[in-house]
């Protein structure tokens, strides 16, 4: 069976601090990775993907990829109280994957 | 319209009872699909549509739960004979392009509460 995991938290960092959230994968298969923030009472929203390993930076945001650790997390640089969220990893079998396995989610606070 | 709409937003239920729940896409977008979200969990897999037809029904976790979309366009999930765990909010997502995941945006979900 696949699986997702993720430190459920809370993460609590200091505005402007690197908040950094992790994820592992159980399915080898997986090729796309997903994080998505949602906050409470409301749905999902894409924030970043990633296919290849290595590093992908969008803004203050960067994902980042170890397929041989099955390995995946993100960096929040600068973080503001405005991301405080619950971040979910997902994965998928290739970039057409509709059937994303997601983890529980790890919820992270940035204190003012 | 400019966003997955989904009715009713919230849902309470008589265990036992049929509750349907509707997902309207945004328009345009071929695939659609239903995803549910218990409390503490991430959301979990239900079906997929590509057009009119379920591509893949593989999450319906059994046959007391089913999906049409006979148009192509809005959807809705129905559930028979509900059970306190089925008690979750259901999350319906849609995209232009069935064959990238990066462009799917979720609704904002229906609460479904079965007492």
């Known amino acids: 069976q696949k699986e997702v995991e993720q430190n459920s938290g809370p993460l609590s960092v200091p505005e402007g601090a690197i908040a950094s959230l992790n994820c592992t994968y159980s399915?080898?298969?997986?090729?796309?990775f997903f994080w998505y923030r949602q906050y409470s009472g409301k749905s999902p929203e894409l924030i970043m993907f990633?296919?290849?390993?290595g590093d992908k930076e969008d803004g203050r945001f960067t994902a980042q990829l170890n397929k041989a650790s099955q390995y995946v997390s993100l960096l929040i640089r600068d973080s503001q109280p405005s991301d405080s969220a619950t971040y979910l990893c997902?994965?998928?079998?290739?970039?057409?994957?509709?059937?994303?396995?997601f983890g529980k989610g790890t919820k992270l606070s940035v204190i003012p | 319209g400019a966003g997955v709409s989904q009715t009713p937003s919230n849902k309470v239920t008589e265990k036992g009872k049929y509750v349907e729940l509707r997902c309207d896409p945004i328009?345009?977008?071929?695939?659609l699909y239903w995803y549910r979200q218990s409390l503490g969990q991430g959301p979990e897999f239900l079906i997929y549509?590509?057009?009119?037809?379920?591509?893949?029904d593989s999450g319906l976790p059994n046959d007391r739960f089913f999906a049409v979309r006979p148009e192509g366009s809005v959807s809705t999930l129905k559930i028979q004979r509900t059970e306190r765990g089925d008690s979750a909010v259901y999350l319906c997502?849609?995209?232009?392009?069935?064959?990238?995941?990066?462009?799917?945006?979720f609704g904002q979900g229906t609460r479904l509460t079965v007492v």
């Open positions: 997502a849609s995209s232009l392009n069935p064959y990238s995941n990066t462009e799917a945006f």
């Open positions: 399915d080898r298969g997986s090729q796309s």
């Open positions: 990633i296919y290849s390993n």
């Open positions: 997902a994965a998928g079998d290739g970039a057409g994957s509709y059937q994303l396995t």
């Open positions: 328009s345009g977008h071929t695939a």
């Open positions: 549509f590509q057009g009119t037809g379920a591509a893949d």
